[in-house]
């Protein structure tokens, strides 16, 4: 096979946001393990880890004051409180990447991706999913039962704010279906790579291409 002509461009911010329960998860999986361009932002949370969840991987759990001490250092991209908890985006890793061509994915509400709208615009790309249902997104709620029946009703709760916040995003899915859902969050991230104003190598390859014709 030919060689692909590789054209250096810079790394894109890829949100995907969506009520708890509405299938986010399954997709950042599926993105993660389809593309090896794309790595997860993991976050900082003064959350207590569920079971399960691995420090350094799921989130790095912190205390209240290494957070607080993060904010004053301008440590994080952004950063919000949910469901009582503070949550945050460390900024090196991100930096880093965008410099080097490299994706980020992030999982975070709709707070953290107007702060990342505000400072990175050019960088961002927004996501909803959208659960098909009220019915479904109950459902996978209480599947998933890893949270007290009191913080299942207060996702829920939640989700219907969250939900309001959909028309401040670039791209919306409905999940009805996974595997479908998957191909349209590659589709996205496919035509969002080409954007002309990323692929930073455009000028130089062009220069090089007409110089020959
Ligand atoms: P969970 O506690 O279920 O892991 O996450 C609760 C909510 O916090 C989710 O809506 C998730 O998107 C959001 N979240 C997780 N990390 C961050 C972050 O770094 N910044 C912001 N703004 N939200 C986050």
């Given amino acids: ?105 992030f999982d975070i509400d709709w707070q953290g991706t107007q702060q990342l709208a505000q400072n990175m615009k050019d960088d961002l790309v927004r996501l909803f999913i959208l659960p098909p249902t009220a019915d479904t997104l109950r459902e996978r709620l209480i599947k998933r039962a890893q949270d007290s029946s009191s913080v299942i009703a207060k996702r829920m709760a939640e989700a219907n704010h969250e939900i309001s916040h959909w028309p401040e995003y670039d791209y919306i899915i409905v999940n009805d279906d996974v595997e479908e859902s998957h191909r349209m969050v590659m589709a996205i991230l496919t035509a969002e790579r080409l954007r002309r104003h990323r692929q930073l190598g455009l000028t130089d390859f062009v220069r090089n291409l007409t110089k020959k014709l």
């Fill in 1 to 105: 096979m030919a060689t692909l002509t590789h054209i250096p461009r810079r790394g894109l911010l890829f949100v995907m946001s969506s009520p708890s329960g509405a299938g986010k998860t399954t997709l950042s999986r599926k993105l993660l393990a389809a593309d090896r361009n794309i790595t997860m932002s993991v976050s900082v949370t003064t959350r207590k880890p569920r079971p399960g969840e691995v420090d350094g991987k799921d989130y790095h759990f912190i205390t209240p004051e290494t957070f607080d001490e993060m904010v004053k250092q301008k440590q994080l991209l952004e950063w919000a409180t949910v469901f009582g908890n503070s949550y945050g985006t460390p900024r090196a890793p991100v930096e880093e990447a965008l410099e080097q061509g490299r994706d980020v994915l």
